[in-house]
């Protein structure tokens, strides 16, 4: 996947300001893409769950509500953050956002057109997985820490401003897109 590919697929990444930042963050979600097997032609299949039933919800529609509500939420709260004299950056808030689930591209993988899970995902969960491609690609650690974090395993651990934000947002919009659907595997 081309950076232009990723940029037409999640418009978001015009908002992260910071040029290096925002090549860097083309250049993780490419690895990802990369290392998962997913294609421009492909990527549009790879899911955002597979442990609920019938979950017709894509990673990219997933992707792309969670970076447009970040946006959206952080435009109503940031006076809160000035306020509060708290430093947040938007630009890892963005960033942050349309990486922390870089990680379910080598979660999922298509195999004889049917999408499974890939080798080794109970291992290397998206938060890990995603963290370690994010470090890859030069991100810094603000960035890394979010995506490691974004998930249970960031329950009991140190947060920043930026990734308990994010962290809200994916959780409520997973939550939205499994509304009313039986749990069928993973936690
Ligand atoms: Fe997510």
């Known amino acids: 996947m081309t950076h232009e590919d990723m940029i037409a697929l999640f418009p978001a ?3 992260i300001t910071d040029v290096q930042l925002r090549s860097q963050a083309l250049a993780a979600m490419a690895l990802a893409a990369e290392k998962g097997g997913w294609t421009k032609e492909t990527i549009a299949l790879c899911p955002v769950t597979l442990n609920w039933e019938n979950c017709k919800t894509s990673w990219i529609e997933h992707v792309n509500a969670v970076a447009r ?3 959206l939420a952080y435009g109503e709260t940031a006076e809160y953050y000035q306020r509060n004299g708290v430093a947040f950056d938007r630009n890892v808030l963005v960033a942050g956002a349309l990486l ?3 990680g379910k591209l080598t979660e999922f993988q298509l195999r004889d057109g049917a999408v499974t899970h890939g080798g ?3 291992l290397m969960r998206p938060p890990l997985s ?3 491609l994010a470090s890859q690609a030069g991100l810094p650690d603000k960035i890394v820490h979010l995506i490691a974090t974004h998930s249970f395993e ?7 401003a930026e990734s308990r934000f994010v ?3 994916d959780m409520f919009v997973f939550t939205c897109s499994v509304e009313g659907l039986k749990k069928t595997g993973g936690r």
């Not at 960031?154 to 920043?160: A, D, F, M, V």
């Open 13 to 15: 990444f015009h908002e």
């Open 69 to 71: 509500l970040c946006l």
């Open 100 to 102: 922390h689930d870089i």
């Open 120 to 122: 080794g995902f109970e």
């Open 130 to 132: 995603g963290a370690l």
């Open 154 to 160: 960031g329950e009991n651990s140190y947060q920043t």
């Open 167 to 169: 962290r809200t947002i």
